[in-house]
């Protein structure tokens, strides 16, 4: 059974960083796409980052390029998103989530192609 635990989430002040983790149990998190996710209050989720399975490439929505960071940890099946210089508008509940797919990472689709989520977990940046 495929399941999906993100932790590492609170409150911060802006300029802060934080680790958001995705453990994966059931299946091989370097066998399927990763993707980490936002959604904010009365907003459309998005997704921030990507990391395709075998190869490891990565992708970011322009929004938070060069300040996060996808990263796996293939020993302990577990999925990373290194966030430097929060902002107050990445203020949101942050999602993993993961398909047993080659290219969704490619394509800026909708959240609704990927079929495994975690419960999310909450980021506040506020002074």
């Known amino acids: 059974q495929v399941q999906l635990v993100e932790s590492g989430g609170g409150l911060v002040q802006p300029g802060s960083s934080l680790r958001l983790s995705c453990a994966a149990s059931?299946?091989?998190?370097?066998?399927?796409?990763i993707g980490w996710f936002r959604q904010a209050p009365g907003k459309e989720r998005e997704r921030v980052s990507c990391?395709?399975?075998?190869?490891?490439?990565?992708n970011y929505a322009d929004s938070v390029k060069g300040r996060f960071t996808i990263s796996r940890d293939n020993a302990k099946n577990t999925v990373y998103l290194q966030m430097h210089s929060l902002q107050p508008e990445d203020t949101a509940v942050y999602y993993c989530?993961?398909?047993?797919?080659?290219?969704?990472?490619?394509?800026?689709?909708?959240?609704?192609?990927?079929?495994?989520w975690g419960q999310g977990t909450q980021v506040t940046v506020s002074s």
């Open positions: 990391i395709r399975p075998r190869d490891g490439d990565t």
């Open positions: 059931g299946f091989s998190s370097d066998a399927y796409a």
């Open positions: 989530a993961a398909e047993n797919s080659f290219f969704i990472c490619a394509y800026d689709g909708s959240w609704t192609d990927w079929g495994y």
